[in-house]
T-cell receptor, first 109, second 113 residues
Framework: DQQVKQNSPSLSVQEGRISILNCDYT??????FLWYKKYPAEGPTFLIS?????DKNEDGRFTVFLNKSAKHLSLHIVPSQPGDSAVYFC????????FGAGTRLTVKP | DSGVTQTPKHLITATGQRVTLRCSPR?????VYWYQQSLDQGLQFLIQ???????AKGNILERFSAQQFPDLHSELNLSSLELGDSALYFC????????????FGNGTRLTVT
């Protein structure tokens, strides 16, 4: 049951440009959304989150946007840096936390 | 370092066998989650415990079971193993609030041959 979907398996961006990672969800009960970042051979690490009562949350170079009517959220990274190259997971929380399949971001120098 | 410890890091076993994966949560965290990541798949939620009791169940097979002990460490038991059970198994912990970010261990890579 894919309640959280990340339809782009990979994304390649030039250093200094904006990276936009997208996520869709199907369960209207989700009320909290998170993004995690994963490097090889490590577990995912928390990056940024947003409550369903907000439509935007910003933390430095990272901004998450939530469109509840479209059941869509996105993560913007600007400017992108080579160290941002990783797999990014979208997650949504209701009674438990469900994850998307991940998007592999490559930032080219 | 997330503070979550998973052992072993790697496990190779044969079909039909039984294995136990262990997780020690971050100090102070009461909730433990188990996730399975198969090749090119996302993190599939298996089960969650809070302070020793099962709180939520996901796509966990009947051949799999888990528990959280009084000292809050958790074990995931996988039995009658099949080739398709080969995956990365992640444990994560949180303070327990359903919206609290999860802190993940580095995973146990299980290979069933």
């Amino acid at each position: 049951d894919q309640q959280v979907k990340q339809n782009s398996p990979s994304l390649s961006v030039q250093e200094g440009r904006i990276s936009i990672l997208n996520c869709d969800y199907t369960n209207s009960m989700f009320d909290y959304f998170l993004w995690y970042k994963k490097y090889p051979a490590e577990g995912p690490t928390f990056l940024i989150s947003i409550s369903s009562i907000k439509d935007k949350n910003e933390d430095g170079r990272f901004t998450v946007f939530l469109n509840k009517s479209a059941k869509h959220l996105s993560l913007h990274i600007v400017p992108s840096q080579p160290g941002d190259s990783a797999v990014y997971f979208c997650a949504a929380s209701a009674h438990d936390m469900r994850f998307g399949a991940g998007t592999r971001l490559t930032v080219k120098p | 370092d997330s503070g979550v410890t998973q052992t072993p890091k790697h496990l190779i076993t044969a079909t039909g066998q039984r294995v136990t994966l262990r997780c020690s949560p971050r100090s102070g965290d009461l909730s433990v989650y188990w996730y399975q990541q198969s090749l090119d798949q996302g993190l599939q939620f298996l089960i969650q415990y809070y302070n020793g009791e099962e709180r939520a169940k996901g796509n966990i097979l009947e051949r799999f079971s888990a528990q959280q002990f009084p000292d809050l460490h958790s074990e995931l038991n996988l039995s009658s193993l099949e080739l398709g059970d080969s995956a990365l198994y992640f444990c994560a912990s949180s303070v327990g609030d359903q919206n609290s970010p999860l802190h993940f261990g580095n995973g146990t890579r299980l290979t069933v041959t």
